[in-house]
């Protein structure tokens, strides 16, 4: 069955894909629809069946589809494990990945390349599954390529414009630099701790066998390739380029799933990060930095999708936080919420964009709220949940990290997360009111929406709405199931209630704060942000740091790559080849000049020749 | 037929090409011969894998005196490594063939033919002067090629590969004539057979000197940083057919003369260049993928990335280890399917619009997407995308560096990052963005379609099923591995 889950999509990505390249023009809508969303939902269902076994037997289900490679020491299967990690991650990405295909089927009704839209998801969905249900470091390493080609794929869709094209090449390359780091990892894993196998049971068993050194350098190597893929601080800079692809997209790949392997990562090499924790409080201070960072300028951007995308690196850093601290539970839970709003967030979005004939500007939005009803309450529910207002599921999760940090003492970590909060409330509300309250510019004829679009996010809301409910803990009066559930090896705190509470006020207060701020700013007449200050004009150009990235890098290699064409290869090698045979020519000319024809200098030669002869032979013969 | 199957592989292109010219058979015969020819080939190097067992040695060997009075025997054989370069060989030749369906001279074919016998012959010989005539028997067609049918600066390039090849050639004959000689004098017997040669033991300087001359033809061949200023221009001028064959084919008959010769004669010795040639390498990789960034040529720009991913198997060799050395193994395969197809994909653009030049091009996948999917399919198993052989190949070699050192080992994986920047950008300017070129495209045909299949299938199922293929060599690369270390842990 768990090979089922993975393979099925693969199947179904390679019809598609061979139909489509078939015949390009051909419509074959509803064909495309049935293979391109059916395979979700037996996904769904699939995933949902192996959840139930895996919480009703608390066992591990293993399988194998096949050897992959046996050299040396060196023997991987691809094999399938389905813990208690990797059911929670497949029953919300394959759900939430069916919901988002049911509104692709909507969004994308009209493009040429239907079918291969589909193809590019269905694949995605494969990849994704596969990264997370692999039970070794190798086969999870092929998904975490596969579904970062398939983001590169869906970013340049749009494949004309050649600024979509740079965007997803900007991504691809970025997260292969976090793969450089991953790929040093694992290798560096095998060869000091693959004694009893390269499974991650077989690791985590022989873990103690690394020294702590080694372990730490594994460590922080593996969070590089989190870090290109989660989009934190240094190698962010492709997520806000990456809306650049189609809506669905931008919802499932970089909101819900794939941005969170990098969590998913390091809550599955836990095993590894429990024995470095100076790596862990690295990895929550990268998050925070990146969490703030990206809050900054979310609040000054203008484009819905956009905001969004800063608002997920800023919400993934806070997954980091949890992690980084060893609150695994707490930062998988965060993962769990955050698909939920952050989907429904980007979904509401593109619904918002194509009724109005893709516009992304919210300033030149405004007033929708009568005209897209359902989209405004569903999308009003998720900027409850992702400020953190309770009872909606962002509140509990983001709750359990800020109290993390707060009570292991990380009390800057803590801070900025906090400032965070605020930061996130006030520029999630002033996008929502920016959007649907303030007074619209110009009169909309809007687009009617199909119902494939709308209805997804009624379910979606329902989640955003409920999620947190499932790990609620006890200050609340819950009992944490998801925590339990998830049983990995967290860091045990001691929090006493009150301050839950008081934490958990505080957290309300300000988002209330930043809700109302955005409210007085926005609600009535939304202005798009100037650069009147030295700061905000830094923030407006997102700090530059494009910018950087083209002096420190981009330029130069260009710079080596013209130095090696024009001055290395043909002046200094070609120069001392041509050197060679100039000199090989010289001689030749002079040797020439001897053969000149003329009688009395043979003889003179053979003369020379003779004399040479017995002078070397006299030598020889020790006369002289 | 199946007795002297091996003789049978070597020749037949040979034979029926010398029919074809003294009957002066028309072009359409010509090229039913020769794809026949190939397929034949084919047939009995599949029935050859077939039979052959991974757990013995030299297998189906041949030997048969030819100038007794100096020692020169007609000595053939295959074993693990010459298996993987025959079925390399024989598995491009029909899609090639299929390839150049419409081409109308007559030379070409002959050469093609000609070409085949010479690489299968160079892998096939365990005489060293057998191979040294098939090692330049390959060499004339692609002079001819080149000079006669290329493009551009044909002349002069083809004098470029021809000169620095010959002179990587001349010493490494020096080489084998002082073994032979060196042989008479301790034996009384005149021989050149590999296995008879391995037995003699010199000074090490000896060594170092006799090393040196194998070493230069293969770096040349391969080629290594510093002797590859023929390589651009001699992929940039050549006809499609002879750049495949050139990257394919002849750049890794460099390391397999490393493997052969270099470890079967001196792998003590070898360890002495170990240094100098993992750090020429690990230059190569990225002076190579550094320079292909500006390429405009894509010729030229997979020239370049041939040289990088040469230089990473190369080092892999150098790196002993059983992890870099399959690694490198298998990249000598995965890497020859992946070369062929982005060649041959650039052929089939020329073929269109008779520019290689990425600055006169762009927006292909709007307007063929067939043709742009195998391209990019290509393109990508070249950066060795996982689910492509390329990648199982460059995972190993990476594990095989980081077992011998750690630096090594950081500099090895850069290899992930050096072909994407090129490939990506690259794909950028060809397949995206608007067309900037107004010529009608035509999509890929059924027979182009069908000519790049095989490669495509080939290059996933190495990527998702390795375990089909590394059966084939294990067992005899680790015992072969273990003499090695054995040897040389000895001489310490």
Known sequence: ?624 | MMDHILSNIIFLPLIIAMVMGVVQAPVKVLRLGAFFSSVVTLFLVLWLAYHYDPHGGMQFVEQAPWIQSSGFTYFIGIDFLSLIMLLLITLLMPPLYLYMMHEKRKGYWYNMMLLQTGVTGAVLSLDLVLFYLFWETMLLPIFIMIGKYGNGLRQYNSMKIILMTILGSMSMLFSIMYLGYMYFETTGVWSFALQDLATLDFDAQTFIWLAAGFLLAFAIKIPLVGFHTWMAPAYGSAPTPAVVIMSSIMAKLGIYGIWRFGFGLFETTLIYYAPTIIVLALIGLLYYAIRAITEDNLRRMFAYSSGSHLSLIALGIFLTNIYAWSGSLYFIGTHALASAGIFLMIGLLYKRFKTVHISELGGIAGKAPKFAFFFAFFALSIAGLPGTGGFVAELLIIIGAFKTNIWIGVFTATTMLSAMVYIFWMLQRTLFGTANNTTEFSDLNLREVILLLPLVILLILTGIAPSLFTPMFEPQLSLFLQDALHAIGASK
């Open chain 1, 1 to 624: 069955m768990l090979s089922i889950i993975v393979v099925l999509p693969f199947f179904s990505a390679l019809l598609l894909g061979i139909v489509y390249l078939g015949n390009t023009k051909a419509k074959r809508y509803t064909f495309y629809t049935i293979i391109g969303v059916g395979t979700p939902m037996i996904m769904t269902l699939l995933s949902f069946i192996v959840t139930y076994q895996v919480i009703n037997g608390s066992d591990t289900l293993h399988t194998t589809l096949l050897q992959w490679i046996a050299i040396g020491d060196l023997n991987i299967s691809i094999a399938f494990m389905a813990d208690r990690l990797s059911v929670v991650m497949i029953s919300f990405i394959t759900f939430i990945g069916t919901l988002i295909h049911i509104y692709a089927a909507g969004y994308m009704k009209e493009d040429e390349a239907y079918g291969k839209f589909f193809a590019y998801f269905n694949l995605f969905m494969g990849s994704m599954l596969l990264l997370v249900l692999s039970d070794n470091p190798i086969m999870m390493f092929v998904g975490w390529e596969l579904v970062g080609l398939c983001s590169y794929l869906l970013i340049g869709f749009y494949h004309h414009d050649t600024a979509n094209i740079t965007a997803a090449n900007k991504a691809f390359i970025l997260n292969r630099v976090g793969d450089f780091g991953f790929i040093m990892a694992l290798a560096l894993l095998f060869v000091h701790g693959a004694e009893g196998g390269f499974t991650f049971e077989a690791i985590a068993t022989h873990i103690s066998a690394i020294d702590p050194e080694m372990l730490s350098l594994i460590g922080i190597l593996l969070f590089v390739g989190a870090m290109g893929k989660s989009a934190q601080i240094p190698l962010y800079v492709w997520l806000p380029d990456a809306m650049a692809g189609p809506t669905p997209v931008s919802a499932l790949i970089h909101a819900a799933t794939m941005v969170t392997a990098g969590v998913y990562m390091v809550a599955r090499y836990s095993f590894i990060y429990v024995e470095i924790p100076d790596v862990g409080i690295f990895i929550a201070s990268i998050g925070a930095a990146s969490a703030l960072f990206a809050a900054i300028i979310a609040c000054y951007q203008s484009d819905i999708k956009k905001i969004l995308a800063y608002s997920t690196m800023s919400q993934l850093g806070y997954m980091f936080i949890a992690v980084g601290l060893g609150a695994y539970s707490a930062g998988i839970f965060h993962v769990f919420t955050h698909a939920f709003f952050k989907a429904l967030l980007f979904m509401g979005a593109g619904a918002v964009i194509i009724a109005l004939h893709h516009e992304q500007n919210i300033f030149k939005m405004g007033g929708l709220k009568k005209h897209l009803k359902l989209v405004y309450i569903t999308m009003f529910i998720a900027t409850l949940a992702i400020s953190g207002i309770p009872p909606f599921a962002g509140f509990f999760s983001k709750d359990a990290i800020l109290v993390t940090a707060f009570t292991s003492e990380h009390y800057i970590i803590w801070g900025m997360g906090t400032l965070t909060a605020l930061l996130t409330a006030f520029y999630m509300f002033r996008m929502l009111f920016s959007v649907f309250h303030a007074q619209a510019k110009e009169e909309h004829k809007l687009q009617a929406l199909p119902k494939t679009m709308t209805q997804p996010l009624v379910v979606l809301a329902i989640g955003a709405a409920s999620a947190g409910f499932l790990g609620l803990n006890e200050a609340y009066g819950g009992h944490a199931l998801i925590n339990t559930f998830l049983s990995l090896p967290d860091m045990k705190l001691h929090v006493s209630h009150a301050t839950e509470y008081m934490l958990g006020g505080l957290n309300v207060i300000l988002a209330l704060l930043g809700m109302g701020l955005a409210y007085t700013l926005f609600a009535k007449n939304a202005e798009e942000a100037k650069e009147n200050t030295r700061f905000k004009s830094l923030v407006i150009h997102t700090f530059y740091i494009d910018e950087l990235y083209d002096i420190l890098i981009v330029k130069p290699l260009l710079k080596i790559s013209r130095l090696i064409e024009n001055i290395i290869d043909p002046k200094i090698f070609d120069g001392f080849i041509n050197l060679n045979i100039w000199g090989y020519l010289q001689s030749a000319e002079m040797f020439g000049t001897l053969q000149n024809g003329k009688v009395r200098y043979y003889a003179l030669y053979i003369l020379v020749g003779l004399s040479a002869i017995s002078c070397y032979m006299l030598i020889k013969l020790e006369v002289l």
